[in-house]
């Protein structure tokens, strides 16, 4: 036996809570506005560790708006049904703008140097 057994029991999060983590990235990233200079400069260390995730988030958003495409064109198209199809479309365009967000989110946290302390 290497050392004592911890036991830590972890609570199942609400599907609420695992909806909105699937969806969307906040809650991955650290405030680096706030703080000393050194909470500031591990906070930025963090969110660009994170980073990565982003990737993940764009794909999640492109297939979900693939899919919502996919519903409209076959609502209006085979269904004959223009009215449900806006059910659709709206929502799948909605996903361009997000994916454009998380995307310059991603090249700030890749391309950019890390930001200058306040002085």
């Not at 609400?14 to 809650?27: C, G, K, M, Q, S």
């Amino acid at each position: 036996m290497v050392g004592p057994r911890c036991s830590a029991i972890v609570q199942p999060l609400p599907f609420r809570t695992l909806l909105y983590r699937y969806f969307f990235f906040d809650w991955l990233f650290e405030d680096a506005g706030h703080g000393d200079v050194f909470r500031r400069a591990a906070a930025w260390r963090h969110n660009c560790e994170q980073a990565h995730w982003l990737l993940t988030y764009m794909r999640r958003w492109l297939w979900c708006g693939f899919v919502l495409y996919a519903f409209g064109g076959y609502a209006e198209l085979l269904l004959g049904l223009p009215q449900l199809s806006a059910f659709f479309y709206v929502p799948a365009s909605l996903t361009l703008p997000v994916n454009a967000v998380i995307g310059a989110a991603w090249l700030g946290f890749k391309a950019l140097p890390r930001p200058l302390g306040r002085r």
